[in-house]
């Protein structure tokens, strides 16, 4: 939605995403766990994990600062990003889905790299634009003054040069230098820029598949982070479709990548939903439009006995 050329509602979720979680009558089904009862709720791709001024940061004045530029960034690498991401849904949609992603990661290296690359940089930017990491950057720290607790989250959530751009517009001009010192004295602290390098020259990605009538869950916080047995990160693309994120394997210098597809019972499925739900701030998506006690068991915590869920036996 634009207001006097401006996208005041923004997406934490990117809308090519949750295209792939509509019904069959182009639905989407939610559930609020925030509100009561819990219900699931008929909704639109423009109405569903969407905030108003997520990305925007105003002055003491109530003005904007470089006011969309985030929004326009994300668009653009949405719009690099799709028709990959599509392009992969569609394949897994085969029968010989299997068959032909291990011809791709076998004989197609070349081809399969560029999906890898595109769904680690997909997870990383999920997790720093998200709107699990824009919690974190806004808490509070008792040790350091105001001012400094508000760039260390800007620095949470924006590469260096943003965060200087955005200092220059908030304080005054004899609070700049010791702004920029404190900045550059923390630059570590950039989550974005760390977060990209790790996973990139760090992990592999396996893929898994629903085998049964279970679909997978969509949440607003939607990377699972050490939640599973030799997994690291867990991210389901699609009801049908869901991504690992492992330590990347080498031999000879070579990067080993896993060629199989891995098909989840129900049971196994509805793990990776129970985790879903745990990480839920507040929408949860699901095709089905499923039992709602299963979403109530696991958020009263009834179904809360274990740590770390195993996807399969050793």
Not at 259 to 284: A, E, G, H, M
Request: aromatic letters at 12%; one cysteine or more; proline letters at 3%.
């Amino acid at each position: 939605m634009k207001n006097n050329g401006f996208v005041k509602n923004e997406h934490y979720i990117p809308r090519y995403v949750l295209k792939h979680f509509k019904n069959d009558n182009g639905d989407i089904y939610f559930v609020n766990i925030k509100t009561e009862p819990f219900k699931w709720v008929k909704s639109g791709i423009n109405r569903v994990m969407v905030e108003k001024d997520f990305y925007e940061i105003t002055n003491n004045n109530r003005e904007y600062i470089l006011r969309n530029k985030h929004e326009k960034e994300y668009s653009i690498w949405e719009t690099e990003n799709a028709p990959m991401y599509d392009d992969f849904i569609k394949l897994s949609r085969k029968i010989d889905f299997p068959e032909q992603f291990n011809k791709l990661v076998t004989e197609d290296q070349k081809n399969f790299c560029r999906y890898e690359a595109a769904f680690l940089l997909h997870t990383a930017l999920l997790l720093i634009r998200g709107i699990g990491i824009k919690q974190i950057a806004m808490r509070t720290k008792d040790n350091i003054s105001k001012r400094e607790q508000n760039i260390l989250g800007l620095m949470l959530l924006y590469p260096t040069e943003d965060v200087l751009a955005y200092a220059k517009e908030l304080y005054a001009v004899d609070e700049i230098e010791t702004i920029n010192e404190f900045i550059k004295s923390n630059e570590k602290q950039n989550a974005s820029k760390l977060l990209i390098e790790h996973l990139l020259n760090n992990f592999a990605i396996r893929v898994y598949s629903a085998s049964g009538e279970e679909s997978f869950y969509l949440s607003d916080n939607p990377v699972l982070v050490q939640k599973f047995d030799q997994i690291e990160y867990m991210l389901p693309l699609s009801p049908q479709l869901c991504i690992g994120l492992y330590r990347q394997k080498w031999c000879k210098g070579n990067p080993l990548s896993d060629p199989n597809v891995y098909r989840l019972s129900d049971n196994q499925v509805k793990k990776v939903n129970r985790q879903s739900l745990k990480n839920t701030k507040r929408i949860i998506i699901s095709q089905q439009n499923t039992d709602i006690n299963f979403v109530k068991s696991i958020l009263s915590g009834s179904n809360d006995n274990i740590q770390k869920d195993i996807l399969w036996e050793k």
